[in-house]
């Protein structure tokens, strides 16, 4: 018998609507609420116990809290708090929620279910705005301009927690009863969630069963048994002591990959570059208060790479759940939420992308794919299904990805640098960075065009111009795209259509055609041969669509570079010293083992977003948040291993330790 391919992963959650209309979980044959009392039980169990009422008051503006919740359900416990920051947190305060959820509602039950509560409707239907590509792993939120940040870590908390990256105020001990879920309930999920407390740390759980607070004090929390609330008759809250001394400490990461101290004092910053990843950090930064110069070479945003009138929305990923495939599923959601956004069918459109199987080897990469991850991420489609899809005659069938879809990058790179906070200016090429004090000068040769303590380099492979990212190995590969007028026929395209090459439905009445691979040259002049080359990898996804669009001489389109790393994740993250760094680290090229007890020599306040390659639209966004949450101290967006494996100090580490250049 052929080996069957493994079942694609239950992701969400299976419900049951009793009498009453509340929803109940069909894995643990529980409910999510009570109807009488949940709001009740939340404000008493969740919220008075970590005395948020006092502590958000008690918040000075430009402060953040963060909660951290095991198992989101309906976002209930969210939302409640969320509101009652809004009424007495003040202005400039800011809420990080992140919360764990083994299985997401659908987009539908989540309605259903939040239907219940009216009161909580102002929030509620922020988050249903914006419930899409909720997939596997990490997937950050944004609401109130960025006042309110929600992290949700789709998975098992047992397998999540342990990725997570923060220092939690207050924490939500959810999740079924432990009678019912005692799996969740166990030493490993106390020892994270003591990992993850921030000094002064407190919880609020629903149970009091014995063995659960026993075990919340082995793990370092002092608890407390409190009257209850509705059928509950006691409740416990805590308060984090410390680590407990007889336990072994908690793995550490590496100094080269920990954490500079978060940023503090002034929050200016110059972002240099106003690409998708500049304007993604500045509009990142700007969300958490921060004034941003955005400097700018050209006369406005989009300008290089990001300059093309259509990009595609497209997952390159790998069935293994490798950095570059997770960062994708994460940065993949990110984006498509902003997009919600701004303008469907100007600025993008959310009409899918099929990815064409054109040979063997590419069907059973597809094959394994369907078999990895959900239907509503990705699905097979066979040549009938394909064609139907996508309105025009195509060779077969593919991989089609329902949440995908075309993006005008110079849109969203505005819509971003017009953040209230973010100054943009243009016809600056900043040449020269020096350090005066504790501030960054941008220089352009002869005069300072402005200093702030933090700079962000963002210009692709041109971050290299300045000494301390000299060593980045980033290259330039050239692109082009070809612009087709959409004729009658060309119309029927209803989906992005990938195979070597890509075609996207008409946006502004012309299709964009991509694109070449040059690695050698570097002059950005179109070229007649590549508009060719584009309407060969054309004729390959559609010879009926390629004869449609018929296109007449001379052809019009553009060429940029986009700028790669060697092992195709971006460089983001904070700098070092190069040659402080190699002598810090010196004995690893010895014994890659050791782990020299040297803090990173950071160059204090200087970072880097570049590296994006052909996935820009996905990556560069949820880099910006990066950045962001390493300046401010913040919880990552990101699974720990997932920005190390992003971080500029990966090269000059491997150079250490195989005594060779990096790339
Ligand atoms: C032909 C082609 C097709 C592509 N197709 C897709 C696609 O379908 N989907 C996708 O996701 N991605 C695609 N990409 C990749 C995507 O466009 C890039 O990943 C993304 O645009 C990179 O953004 P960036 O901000 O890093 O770089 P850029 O957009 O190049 O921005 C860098 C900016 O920095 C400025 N700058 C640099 N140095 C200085 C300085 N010293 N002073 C002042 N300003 C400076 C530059 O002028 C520029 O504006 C494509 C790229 C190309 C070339
Ligand atoms: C009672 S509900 C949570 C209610 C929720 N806090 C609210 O405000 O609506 C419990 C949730 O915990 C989730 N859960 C249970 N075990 C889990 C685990 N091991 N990891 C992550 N989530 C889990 C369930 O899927 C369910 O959504």
Redesign the pocket.
Known sequence: MPAQPPAAPLVH?QLDWDEEGRPR?RA?DDV??SLASGLDE?LHVFIDQNRLRERFAAMAPGQRLVIG??????????FCAWQLFEQLAPAGARLHFVS????PLTAADLQRALALWPALAPQANQLLAQYVAIHAGFQRLQFDAGRVTLTLLIG???EQLPLLDAQVDAWFL???APAR?P??WSPELFAQLARLCAPGATLGTFTSTGWVRRSLKAAGFKMKRVPGIGHKWEVLRGEFLGWPEEVPPPPQPKPWYARPAPHSGDKHALVIGAGLAGCATAASLAARGWQVTLLERHHGVAQEASGNPQGVLYLKLSAHGTALSQLIVAGFGYTRRLLERLQRGVDWDGCGVLQLAFDAKESARQAKLAAAFPADLLHLLDAAGAQARAGVPLPGGGLFYPQGGWVHPPALCAWQAARPGVALVAHQQVVDLRQAGNQWQAWDGEQCLAEAPVVVLAGAAAVKDFAPAAALPLKRIRGQITRLPATADSAALATVVCAEGYVAPARLGEHTLGASFDFHSDDLTPTAAEHQSNLELLNEISPPLRAALDPTEPLQGRAAFRCTSPDYLPIVGPLAAPAAFASAYAPLARDARQVPDVACPWLHGLYVNSGHGSRGLITAPLSGELIAAWLEGEPLPLPLDVAEACHPNRFALRQLIRGKAAD
């Open positions: 959650a979980s643990f999510y609420f939340t919740e095991t198992g989101f359900g309906t976002g209930l416990n969210f764990v959820e083994k299985y098992d908390a047992l959810d999740g079924f879920n799996e969740m």
